[in-house]
């Protein structure tokens, strides 16, 4: 928001620009990359607002909310399809209400060709294809008039080629006297590579809010979340048939977290008071090679956040 982004899918930095899914902080940016089949809005939020929601909001936030079960029979189905192969099918229901029990579920599937064609001999047979599968269940419960608890999951999982590094200029030939750099400044639909091109995520969240009615005296809520991701990508830079440039990035985290707020009115006033805490852990490998090996790195960063007890209250 107002130009302020995040230039890096490194594990040990934060989103100036927080991203939330029901109030959940999603810790990195490589943990957005999931489906939502059961959104219901979009909520964009001017910087900052750390007061009002949980962490590393300074620019603003972008705040997902997701469709409650409606406790009716109900569903939609889509097939859509495109060229180079391209599918898409998503499916929801909304099952009928269970006593105090509401359910909705829903999954996506969508797969296309890659549109890159790779040469007899390349590391791999394709490039920019798409193949990718996400879940979600949402359950409510009321417990009594005041009480209701709200449990969310969302898996998604891609396992897919990279797309392709064309390279439109180069002086490698030049100036280090390494031939074989394909120059082409049309767009190319066959490549040759060497190095392994791949993007592999793998991502999932459980979420539960209980949201407690104290009558006249205000609301009582709690928030408590565990998300997982796994990143797995490898690149061939140069987009030639020689190693001269190859980068990756093999990154774990997970997430936890708790929040509890306290919400009110009287008259003209309105408060929002709570606690939030936050804990992760995660690790990247970062293995690069370039100019036949010749310069090699391996960078394994390690990240741990935790026990951060925030107190917050805003009075209008």
């Not at 930095?13 to 489906?35: E, T």
């Not at 419960?141 to 797309?163: E, H, I, P, V």
């Amino acid at each position: 928001i107002r130009g302020t982004t995040n230039i890096t899918p490194g594990p040990y930095w934060d989103q100036p620009v927080a991203l939330y899914v029901d109030g959940v902080y999603i810790g990195k940016s490589q943990g957005n990359v999931f489906d939502m089949l059961n959104l219901e809005r979009v909520e964009v939020l001017r910087g900052p607002q750390g007061t009002l929601f949980g962490r590393n909001t300074m620019a603003g936030a972008l705040s997902l909310i997701t469709r409650p079960p409606s406790g009716e029979f109900s569903g939609d189905a889509s097939v859509s399809f495109g060229n180079y192969g391209s599918k898409v099918t998503k499916v929801t229901v909304d099952l009928p209400a269970m006593g105090k029990l509401k359910a909705s579920l829903g999954a996506r599937v969508e797969f296309r060709d890659g549109w890159v064609n790779t040469t007899h001999g390349s590391s791999e047979p394709e490039l920019a294809n798409r193949d990718s599968k996400g879940t979600f269940a949402g359950l409510e419960y009321d417990a009594t008039d005041n009480l209701t608890f709200n449990y969310r999951f969302d898996y998604s999982k891609a396992d897919q080629r990279a797309g392709f590094f064309q390279t439109i200029y180069s002086d490698v030939e030049q100036d280090l006297g390494i031939p074989g750099i394909i120059v082409n400044r049309g767009r190319q639909t066959t490549a040759s590579i060497d190095s392994p091109n791949f993007e592999f995520s793998k991502v999932e969240g459980h979420s539960l809010t209980a949201t407690w009615i104290l009558s006249d005296a205000g609301t009582l809520k709690y928030i408590g979340a565990y998300r997982e991701m796994d990143w797995n990508e490898s690149l061939d830079n140069d987009g030639s048939p020689i190693p001269l440039a190859w980068t990756a990035n093999f990154t774990e985290q997970d997430q936890t977290s708790h929040e509890l707020q306290y919400l009110g009115s009287y008259g003209r006033w309105n408060w929002v008071g709570g606690l939030y805490y936050y804990e992760d852990d995660g690790f990247a490998n970062q293995p690069q090679s370039f100019f036949f090996g010749a310069a090699t790195t391996k960078t394994i960063a390690m990240v741990h956040t935790r026990a951060r007890l925030m107190p917050r209250l805003i009075t209008n």
